[in-house]
T-cell receptor, first 117, second 123 residues
Framework: AQSVSQHNHHVILSEAASLELGCNYS??????LFWYVQYPGQHLQLLLK??????LVKGIKGFEAEFIKSKFSFNLRKPSVQWSDTAEYFC???????????????FGKGTHLIIQP | GAVVSQHPSWVICKSGTSVKIECRSL??????MFWYRQFPKQSLMLMAT?????????EQGVEKDKFLINHASLTLSTLTVTSAHPEDSSFYIC???????????????????FGPGTRLTVL
């Protein structure tokens, strides 16, 4: 079974600061990796995803993430955050071949990001 | 494309009653749908995997007799919370995975599309 660890539970930044949210996963095989964002009162939205190929993936709203296989990591970055980035961010993993019957995504506990004006 | 809807978006019910939540894939066929639960300020926890035409597979600790899942068609899965109690109050989110097709790249098959969620409050 896979697991996901997000190290930062709460992050507070000022506008224009750079952001990096950590995500590490545990799974021995091939993985699909995702970052989702949940704005206050809204549903999950996909920020970006990694399936294969270039380990540096770019998503919406200026976010990017880098898959480092040797470190089992998929950290989310943004060079300059905005107040509107205040939200909950979830890292998720799908382990190929892990399925059996129940093979949904495994989510990290989330990081609550607050951007101060 | 790849829109998933849930109905209702919120529901309040009395303790002991049953509540049905629908999850629909609007513009694609979903052989597999997933049901998650999210408590306030917490992450999503997978409850069960619903495969069209077969019984759902439940995660450990999830009571299958309490959370009835039916996946009657390629675009609809329902979650019924039976004899609801206040501790069942939560945010229930479904997701759908597209039907495998030779015309779809594998990556599209593996991606899940999430519904907007249903807020259940049991009094």
């Amino acid at each position: 079974a896979q697991s996901v660890s997000q190290h930062n539970h709460h992050v507070i930044l000022s506008e224009a600061a750079s952001l990096e949210l950590g995500c590490n996963y545990s799974y021995g095989g091939t993985v699909n990796l995702f970052w989702y964002v949940q704005y206050p009162g809204q549903h999950l939205q996909l920020l970006l995803k990694y399936f294969s190929g270039d380990p540096l993936v770019k998503g919406i709203k200026g976010f990017e993430a880098e898959f480092i296989k040797s470190k089992f990591s998929f950290n989310l970055r943004k060079p300059s955050v905005q107040w509107s980035d205040t939200a909950e961010y979830f890292c998720a993993v799908y382990g190929l071949g892990s399925g059996g019957g129940a093979d949904g995504l495994t989510f990290g506990k989330g990081t609550h990001l607050i951007i101060q004006p | 494309g790849a829109v998933v809807s849930q109905h209702p978006s919120w529901v309040i019910c009395k303790s002991g009653t049953s509540v049905k939540i629908e999850c629909r894939s609007l513009d694609f066929q979903a052989t597999t749908m997933f049901w998650y639960r999210q408590f306030p300020k917490q992450s999503l926890m997978l409850m069960a995997t619903s495969n069209e035409g077969s019984k759902a597979t439940y995660e450990q600790g999830v009571e299958k007799d309490k959370f009835l899942i039916n996946h009657a068609s390629l675009t609809l899965s329902t979650l019924t919370v039976t004899s609801a109690h206040p501790e069942d109050s939560s945010f229930y989110i479904c997701s759908a995975r597209a039907r495998p097709s030779s015309q779809l790249a594998q990556y599209i098959y593996n991606e899940q599309f999430f519904g907007p969620g249903t807020r259940l409050t049991v009094l």
